[in-house]
Each structure stands twice: as C-alpha cells, then as structure tokens.
C-alpha cells in the first residue's frame, strides 16, 4: 500500500476535519496528486488536484471551493485536506490519489481514470 489516508469520522454540519494522505516518496515527487471523494450511488468526482511542484496551483471542485483547503509537507511526503463548514451533501467516502503523468499538467481538466495510485479510503459521514 503506497497511500494511506486518515481523518474520516462523523461530524455535524458546520464542523470541520483534517484528512491526510501519507505516501511514500516513490509517489511523491514529481508526481500530480489529489483528493477525491464518492458518495453511495454516485461517481467518484475530484474535489482537489495539484502536484508536488506547485506548477499550476491547486484546482478545485465549485463544490467544496473556499471551504476545502489542499496542503501538503514535501519533506514527509504527505498531503492533507482541511474540510470547514461541512454540509451533509459533503458525506462520502474520501481517497487520495497520485500518478506520474509526466508533462501533463495537474489542473481539473485530469480525469479520475487519470490516476493510478489510491488510498484504501476514509469514511467523512456529515449529519
């Protein structure tokens, strides 16, 4: 397993939570790298993509902009996602995710079919 992630937990609307990705440095640098989430009966959608290098910032989805925010330690090799103002429409199972995509750029035009490194997966339940 190359990514795990942890923070899930259950939360009231307007809460908070702090997931992390932890990875090895093999998937790491270089690499594009993201945040994505799936709810019962729905697709898995990306919420949040960037790469180690900062090329192009972080994109993302309308859904979560200006309450979710991607950081990441380069030097521990991993990435976290801070969730404010939760809203139940947030619940879903969250994963990470990275892939060496070369020159491609790690913006919200990446597909999740564009990533080939997941996390098992962390459970965000918001009531």
């Known amino acids: 397993v190359q990514l795990v992630e942890s923070g899930g937990d259950a939360v009231q609307a307007g809460g908070s939570l702090r997931l992390s990705c932890k990875t090895s440095?093999?998937?790491?640098?270089?690499?594009?790298m993201g945040w994505f989430r799936q709810a019962p009966g729905k697709q898995r959608e990306a919420i949040a993509i960037?790469?180690?290098?900062?090329?192009?910032?972080?994109s993302y989805a309308a859904s979560v902009k200006g309450r979710f925010t991607f950081s990441k330690d380069n030097a521990e090799n991993i990435f976290y996602l801070q969730m404010n103002s939760l809203k139940p429409e947030d619940t879903a199972t969250y994963y990470c995710?990275?892939?060496?995509?070369?020159?491609?750029?790690?913006?919200?035009?990446?597909?999740?079919?564009?990533?080939?490194?997941w996390g098992q997966g962390t459970q965000v339940t918001v009531s």
């Open positions: 995710a990275s892939q060496n995509l070369g020159a491609r750029r790690c913006t919200s035009k990446l597909e999740v079919t564009d990533f080939g490194v």
């Open positions: 440095r093999r998937v790491y640098s270089g690499y594009c």
């Open positions: 960037t790469d180690s290098d900062d090329r192009d910032g972080v």
